[in-house]
Each structure stands twice: as C-alpha cells, then as structure tokens.
C-alpha cells in the first residue's frame, strides 16, 4: 500500500509538471527590445530611443512599448523580414498610438497582436524579424530592434 501512494505521488507530481511545460511552452515571455539609431541600416545618429516588449502566444506575437524623440514626424513602424544588419522586407504594419508632437507613440498589446503564418514564424525562430520605426527624415528607419529567436 505505502509503494501505491509513492507511485500515485509521483504520477501525479509527473503530470503536474509535464501540464506546467506545455503551458509554458504556449505563452512564452516577453523580450524587452531597445530601439536604437545604431541597429538601423544604415545607422543612423539620432536622439529617438524606444523600448518594446514582444511576446509569442502560440501563433500570435504581440508588441507593446514606446518610442520618443525621432529626428522628426512619425512615418511608419512594422515588423520587417530581415537578418541582424542587412535591410529586410517588411511584412506587418504596427499600430502605435502617436503623441500629439508626431515625435513618438506607445503601441499598445490589444492593437499590436498578430496572428503569424508558418513561414513568419519560421523567420522568428530563426531570428530573422526585426521593428522598424521610420521618420520622414529617415524612412529606411530611424529606431530598430531585432527579435531574438523566440520558439
């Protein structure tokens, strides 16, 4: 009986974490990201700093954070195809809130979750996605962050 209840404990210790791995393998951390001028391609001088928090959830990578300063209006930000130092593709639009001088925005997580296809997620496995926030006066990207492999 006493090697019953040792063997019924352990099944049930086992389960427990073996359910805890599965849940935590579907909502992976955020990673926080600085965006800086140095990571744009070209680099670019600028007194614009950023900081993003990016999150997978099974197939759905959300962004939250913020951006200030840029050298000038707001442009455009997305989440673009891309090794660390080369110019990619760009392939999701962000939606950031944008102040009232254009100079920066927040991007809040319920506007900025996307559901990815098989090859993005590839990409992000890989470490091949990158943000990009653009200014007019730099619309190759003034702010960039890469994402670390996540998967």
């Given at each position: 009986m006493k090697h019953l209840s040792i063997l019924l404990a352990f099944l049930f210790s086992f389960v427990l974490i073996l359910q805890n791995s599965t849940v935590n393998a579907q909502n992976r951390e955020g990673n926080t990201l600085i965006l800086a001028g140095y990571k744009s391609v070209p680099k670019v001088q600028t007194?614009?700093?950023?900081?993003?928090?990016?999150s997978l959830n099974g197939d759905s990578l959300s962004v939250e954070g913020s951006f200030s300063d840029l050298s000038s209006y707001y442009f455009g930000s997305a989440i673009f195809y891309g090794e660390k130092g080369e110019q990619g593709n760009q392939i999701i639009d962000l939606s950031p809130d944008i102040h009232e001088n254009r100079t920066g925005g927040t991007f809040d997580k319920s506007k900025n979750t996307f559901k990815l296809t098989e090859g993005q997620m590839d990409a992000l496995s890989n470490g091949n996605l990158y943000i990009n926030i653009m200014s007019f006066d730099h619309q190759r990207g003034e702010l960039r962050a890469q994402l670390p492999p996540m998967l």
């Open positions: 007194p614009a700093t950023g900081q993003v928090n990016v």
